[in-house]
């Protein structure tokens, strides 16, 4: 697609497990194109291949086959990653920083310059409502805190694409509103918005489009407004739920049909046939 932000060719991760020392593929020909000012959700169950995803597009995973580009470069491009802000499910602070020197610190590494960093950072602070706790170590933040200061830091260079990996994790539904005002906000100015996150409300209120994944396979996608034409998550959560069943069964059938021969099930025997 010419004007693809995100795209993904056959994007498929495999890894060996430790317990079983044999390779067992996490993610299967993933190809996705996510367009320039589109919101994009990732729905899925746990394990399903959501989080490995976001890391093969942004390079920090290698894929066993197929590629990633962000903004027409390859995953993990230097000029592609000035451009983008990233919210990882478990992100990590310096807990003897505060959330403002943690932002300047975060602006230095995408090396704005010492005034800018001092305003963008003011400026982020108060969009994520976390003003009176600026100047306050990390260590004493709330999980709720740090979930708020992550997306602000995801932000600092003023990104093209954003990847947020669960932002509603940890939130109160007042953190939850003041996110999803946040991602309006940024739909506003044309952002490019990619996240992943198990709260079909929100998913429905704010996403575009939506990908169903289970079991490493992008399984259905489909614009949010086929989905639920009135608005109403339920629409969204039936239709999540058919296509997770139907995988499901999907997926039965074809072990059952992998199976080998002298293992599948046999017709049991009248005890009158059993008799020799």
Request: hydrophobic share 35%; with cysteine.
């Amino acid at each position: 697609m010419a004007d693809a932000v995100i795209q993904t060719t056959n994007l498929s991760k495999e890894l060996t497990s430790s317990l079983l020392r044999r390779k067992v593929r996490i993610l299967s020909g993933l190809n996705l194109s996510v367009v320039k000012g589109e919101t994009f959700g990732l729905i899925g169950p746990n394990g399903a291949g959501k989080t490995t995803s976001i890391k093969l597009m942004l390079g920090l995973m290698h894929p066993t086959e197929g590629k990633a580009e962000i903004l027409g470069m390859p995953a993990g491009d230097k000029r592609a990653l000035a451009e983008v802000g990233y919210l990882p499910e478990n992100p990590y602070f310096y807990s003897h920083l505060t959330g403002r020197e943690f932002l300047d610190f975060v602006g230095q590494l995408f090396g704005l310059e010492r005034r800018e960093r001092k305003d963008r950072a003011s400026e982020l602070i108060e969009t994520v409502n976390l003003t009176e706790a600026a100047d306050t170590q990390m260590r004493k933040y709330s999980k709720g805190m740090l979930q708020r200061l992550g997306i602000a830091q995801s932000l600092i260079n003023q990104p093209k694409v954003i990847f947020w990996d669960e932002p509603m994790s940890g939130l109160d539904p007042i953190g939850r509103r003041d996110v999803r005002q946040i991602l309006f906000g940024l739909k506003e100015k044309g952002t490019t918005i990619f996240f992943n996150s198990h709260l079909l409300p929100d998913v429905n209120e704010v996403c575009d489009r939506v990908g169903v994944m289970n079991k490493g396979r992008l399984i259905v996608q489909e614009e949010v407004k086929n989905i639920s034409a009135g608005g109403n998550y339920k629409d969204l959560e039936d239709y999540f739920l058919e296509f997770i069943s139907k995988s499901e069964s999907e997926s039965v059938s074809a072990a059952a049909s992998a199976a080998p021969h002298d293992e599948r099930a046999k017709p049991v025997k009248s005890e009158e046939e059993a008799k020799p």
